[in-house]
């Protein structure tokens, strides 16, 4: 899952939204700087990574993308996963997307001064842009994949990612619907046992 589907998954506590948020840049001990709730919050998105890494769906998927984008297929279906749950979105919240957003970031302002430095960088374009709701629509997927492949490392190909997915994206899409019931019951049951409601 990418920015959308870890937002979502987040539930309604303001800290657990941030740390979910924030996690991919906070590396190592830099998670003992923030309070329990968002500790919480950073655990809980790499149990979503990995219990997502692990998921037959998404293996799947990877292995259908791996022939033509190799090492970051896993990036790709993460897209993907985004795209599918903000264009089927009143399928899986009974609140608009563009509610949803504008609610998500207005929890997530008021503690820009304590985020990390990339994702204080990162957030004004994330809203300026309406990056969640963008997802939507297969070309602002598009244009989040290609802004990914001019900053890849690597040659990625990331650019003909979203053309690929239009060529399979019945099959994308019956796997996306197989995986998220499992995704949310995994998800409710982490918070559960971590006693967050």
Known sequence: MNFLGHLFLSGNDDEIILGNFIADHVKGKAQLEYTPGVINGIRLHRAIDHYTDHHSMIIQGVRRLNGDFGRYASVIIDMYYDHFLASLWSEYHPI??????????????????????????????????????????????????????????????????????????????????????????????????????
Do not use: C, V
């Open 96 to 197: 608009s997307l563009d509610i949803f957003s504008r609610d998500i970031f207005d929890r997530l302002l008021p503690y820009f001064g304590i985020m990390p430095s990339r994702t204080q960088h990162m957030l004004p374009h994330m809203i300026s842009n309406n990056w969640l709701t963008a997802y939507a629509k297969t070309e602002g997927l598009g244009r989040a994949l290609n802004g990914l492949s001019s900053r890849a490392k690597f040659n990625s190909g990331m650019e003909k990612a979203t053309a690929f997915l239009i060529d399979n994206y019945g099959i994308f899409k019956e796997e996306f619907r197989l995986f998220m019931p499992d995704i949310i019951a995994y998800t409710d049951n982490w918070k559960k046992s971590h006693q967050i409601l």
